[in-house]
T-cell receptor
Framework: DGGITQSPKYLFRKEGQNVTLSCEQNLNHDAMYWYRQDPGQGLRLIYYSQIVNDFQKGDIAEGYSVSREKKESFPLTVTSAQKNPTAFYLC?????????FGSGTRLTVV | QKEVEQDPGPLSVPEGAIVSLNCTYSNSAFQYFMWYRQYSRKGPELLMYTYSSGNKEDGRFTAQVDKSSKYISLFIRDSQPSDSATYLCAMSRPSNSGGYQKVTFGTGTKLQVIP
């Protein structure tokens, strides 16, 4: 089955640590995205990538970093510079138009 | 003012009712309109994807777009308990930097269908 796989499903981070969230897709989509979802705020775009080796900042990129070395993979690193990282993170991809989403990673700072 | 406004609910209806979910928007540049369903602790799944004004039907779901009023709706007929979820509207427009469709999401409406 084609789809988007996010791992891990749950992640706990100590303050001051960097953590990396995995996103892999086998849909052969060119574009990939990372969103953050908080209660009452909807989805906010962190980073997006339209082609391999290229990515752009979204609306809330501060404290995050990404790479796009392969078409299938778009990992997100939440750095210690992100002051409020506890949230639900969603990865998505698209060929034309609507996003297809993964099942999400819930990150909690402890 | 937010580009996309959506009532968060919650909306509770009895099983079998017709459900109407709505979003308004302020930017006339939006070209594509979508509805997603999101179950708790899951990623959103695409329900409907439309381009022009008018209606689009898929089974029990009908999406309606009125560009003149900047208003979109999703109707669910014969609602079922399994329809209980959060429904997100979304719309896209060309980004200011070009070459990319920027998608803006509503905050979602939580729906509960009571057996």
């Amino acid at each position: 089955d084609g789809g988007i796989t996010q791992s891990p499903k749950y992640l706990f981070r100590k303050e001051g640590q960097n953590v990396t969230l995995s996103c892999e897709q086998n849909l052969n989509h060119d574009a990939m995205y990372w969103y953050r979802q908080d209660p009452g705020q909807g989805l906010r775009l962190i980073y997006y990538s339209q082609i391999v080796n290229d990515f752009q900042k979204g609306d809330i990129a501060e404290g995050y970093s990404v790479s796009r070395e392969k078409k299938e993979s778009f990992p997100l690193t939440v750095t210690s510079a992100q002051k409020n990282p506890t949230a639900f993170y969603l990865c998505a991809s698209s060929k034309q138009g609507a996003n297809t989403f993964g099942s999400g990673t819930r990150l909690t700072v402890v | 003012q937010k580009e996309v406004e959506q009532d968060p609910g919650p909306l509770s209806v009895p099983e079998g009712a017709i459900v109407s979910l709505n979003c308004t928007y302020s930017n006339s540049a939006f070209q594509y309109f979508m509805w997603y369903r999101q179950y708790s602790r899951k990623g959103p799944e695409l329900l409907m994807y439309t381009y022009s004004s008018g209606n689009k039907e898929d089974g029990r779901f009908t999406a309606q777009v009125d560009k003149s009023s900047k208003y979109i709706s999703l109707f669910i007929r014969d609602s079922q308990p399994s329809d209980s979820a959060t429904y997100l509207c979304a719309m896209s427009r060309p980004s200011n930097s070009g070459g990319y469709q920027k998608v803006t999401f509503g905050t979602g409406t939580k729906l509960q269908v009571i057996p």
